[in-house]
């Protein structure tokens, strides 16, 4: 299927490295010029090298999200680089630390770099014919995971202000979604460390997967990439799940 995004621009925080880099080689695979930013100057530079050799042309800044002035700065760039913005990611998620230091951290990153960007993006999104934006959450927003803690907390936040949003926005022709992956298996990532370390409790999680198996970024980033496509110009204030039957609920 073509999803009719050649030539477009899109914008993805985080994007060096696990789901966020899936998106950004996805997006160039179709066809797509991207921007991407991350915190390390040299995970830039070598994912814009290796976009770029997709055929498209790729942008790229260390940048931290939490930094309100510089991913604004970041946006404006990426923008005046790309020639305009047609989608936007947001992808980072951090913050470290027990007690307040953790929640604050969660915050600025997930919740204030969320709002930060769709506020700087808004403008030139306004002047695209297919402008998207897509938050990616998780399912630990949606069922008990674990415990209590900041990042589920504040994933379930973008949520509700996705969902808010995409009313908001509507008049705007703007579209807003939100993806909330399960379990994702990457190389280096949290779940790998995991089965490597925690053996007998990763073991437990794929029990409870109907899928049998962890999603992969790949699987991730594809419905992303549709989703912020012409082929779902209709589709907007939905949260699609991909956890492999992870949890229990029913979505309806």
Not at 21 to 49: H, L, S
Not at 50 to 76: E, H, I, T, Y
């Amino acid at each position: 299927m073509d999803l009719k995004l050649k030539g477009g621009k899109a914008l993805i925080t985080g994007g060096t490295k696990g789901i966020g880099r899936a998106i950004a080689d996805t997006f160039a695979d179709e066809g797509c010029n991207v921007a991407i930013c991350a915190r390390n100057q040299e995970e830039v530079d070598a994912a814009v090298k290796a976009l770029s050799a997709k055929g498209v042309k790729a942008f790229g800044q260390a940048v931290d999200v939490a930094n309100g002035d510089a991913l604004k700065a970041f946006v404006a760039a990426a923008a005046a680089a790309l020639g305009g913005l047609d989608t936007v990611i947001s992808n980072v998620s951090g913050g470290n630390g027990p007690g307040e230091q953790g929640w604050i951290g969660h915050f600025n990153h997930d919740v204030l770099g969320t709002v930060r960007l769709v506020e700087a993006a808004t403008p030139h999104l306004a002047n695209s014919a297919n402008g998207s934006i897509v938050m990616i959450s998780t399912t630990a927003a949606l069922e008990k995971f674990m415990q209590a803690g900041p990042y589920n907390a504040l994933k379930g936040a973008l949520l509700q202000y996705s969902g808010a949003l995409s009313q908001d926005l509507a008049a705007k022709k703007i579209r807003v979604n939100a993806v909330s992956p399960g379990p994702i298996m990457i190389e280096g990532g949290s779940w790998d460390r995991i089965k490597k370390g925690m053996t007998a409790f990763y073991d437990s999680i794929v029990k409870e997967i109907p899928a049998g198996r962890m999603g992969s970024a790949q699987e991730v980033a594809d419905q992303v990439v549709f989703l912020s496509s012409p082929r779902a110009a209709f589709t907007t204030g939905t949260n699609v799940v991909i956890d492999g039957g992870f949890t229990k609920r029913i979505q309806y």
